[in-house]
């Protein structure tokens, strides 16, 4: 967090549904990698479980009452693309074709996103005035 601002944000659906998931699985981490298909969407693992590298963006832990922090990455070549907007993880009806943790009860997680404002720009150095 850079100030008052988050680059990530959950939607209350999907932290409802991120309980349900800490509760079967213990710790939770975030992964979107690029790519097609289901490659772009965020997935969910098991905290530890996919191994990141120095390829991989540190954007935040999502905040989650009662779970411990669940750290958001992404590759750094999808975070090229995607360093000038602010994301919200929801989560909607339907099953993607991933390994992500949300799969079995029917909905999948996926991304809306925002550009970031100024003063947002600004405070995560991606805008000097």
């Excluded at 349900?20 to 905290?47: E, I, R, T, V, Y």
Aim: proline share 6%; glycine share 10%.
């Amino acid at each position: 967090m850079a100030g008052n601002f988050t680059r990530v944000d959950l939607t209350p659906a999907a932290a409802e549904m991120l309980r349900k998931l800490a509760d079967q699985h213990g710790p939770l981490m975030f992964h979107q990698s690029g790519g097609c298909c289901d490659g772009s969407s965020p997935m969910c693992f098991p905290a530890g479980e996919f191994r990141t590298g120095g390829q991989d963006v540190h954007l935040q832990d999502l905040q989650v009452e009662g779970l411990d922090p669940i750290p958001f990455w992404m590759s750094s070549s999808q975070y090229e693309y995607w360093k000038h907007t602010h994301l919200t993880v929801d989560v909607v009806p339907g099953r993607g074709a991933g390994f992500s943790l949300e799969a079995p009860e029917g909905v999948r997680f996926l991304i809306r996103s925002r550009l970031m404002t100024d003063d947002e720009l600004e405070a995560y150095g991606l805008l000097s005035r």
